[in-house]
């Protein structure tokens, strides 16, 4: 079988293709003894070394796995960070000859459901603007928004990277000073939710995304803490994404 280099990575669960892309454009990637090129045609059986090590790529990657984690405020979504500060990797499960793909990022100050899976093609599949896959979080906004100021983040507020819409807006809660809504979008643009309520003149004070795609945040689950998704989790996804598991 002769796949481009960058698929066959993600689908091993290696990283995901935009990493590896970054690998070897920065020369990190090795097959056979020779720098990687983007696009290159591989079949599975070369010598891969990522920074002089050797990877365990394979083919038909059947023993994926998934898992729900509850994340914290203050860990990052990055696997490192010059200012050692905790990351969402810190505390999921050790795997040998793969590594966790993190589905989506969430900033350091929003918590809740994160999905990671070492199935690289079912990461981008769920991530990628064109499968529309709704995001749903919990906010709490100081301050009391009017019907009015409602409708515009419905009808849609024009940020400097795009126009940007929530799909639906519902109250939950609230007192005088703040109010709790659910809302729900269909992307995953760097901290949409806060920058479309503060274009109106509201400041989010806790944002936790409770549901993506098919799974949603289970109450039982405490922050910080992972759980396996179940079979019929893992085929919802593969359904909403429309691949090949």
Do not use: C
Not at 85 to 91: A, E, G, L, Q, Y
Not at 105 to 112: A, E, K, M, N, P
Not at 122 to 128: E, I, K, S, T, V
Not at 223 to 243: C, H, M, R, S, W
């Amino acid at each position: 079988v002769k796949v481009r280099i960058q698929k066959l990575l993600s689908s091993s669960g290696i990283a995901s293709r935009r990493t590896i892309e970054k690998w070897i454009k920065k020369n990190r990637l090795i097959v056979d003894g020779k720098f990687a090129k983007i696009g290159q045609i591989v079949s599975g059986s070369e010598k891969f070394q990522l920074d002089g090590d050797l990877l365990a790529v394979k083919l038909h990657h059947t023993n994926h796995k998934y898992i729900i984690y509850n994340k914290p405020i203050n860990e990052i979504s990055s696997r490192s960070d010059p200012d050692k500060r905790p990351s969402i990797f810190d505390n999921l499960p050790k795997i040998e000859n793969s590594r966790w793909i993190s589905v989506g990022r969430l900033d350091v100050l929003t918590s809740g459901l994160l999905l990671f899976v070492t199935d690289g093609s079912l990461a981008n599949a769920l991530m990628h603007p064109s499968k529309q896959i709704i995001r749903r979080y919990a906010v709490r906004i100081h301050g009391n928004p009017k019907k009015t100021e409602i409708n515009q983040l419905l009808n849609g507020i024009d940020l400097h990277d795009g126009v940007a819409a929530f799909e639906s807006i519902n109250i939950v809660g609230g007192s005088n000073t703040n109010e709790w809504f659910h809302v729900t979008v269909r992307e995953g643009r760097n901290r949409i939710i806060r920058r479309m309520w503060k274009n109106i003149g509201y400041d989010v004070s806790r944002l936790i995304r409770i549901g993506y795609g098919p799974i949603e945040l289970p109450r039982t689950l405490s922050v910080g803490k992972y759980k396996k998704l179940t079979e019929k989790q893992i085929e919802a996804l593969y359904f909403v994404t429309n691949i090949n598991r």
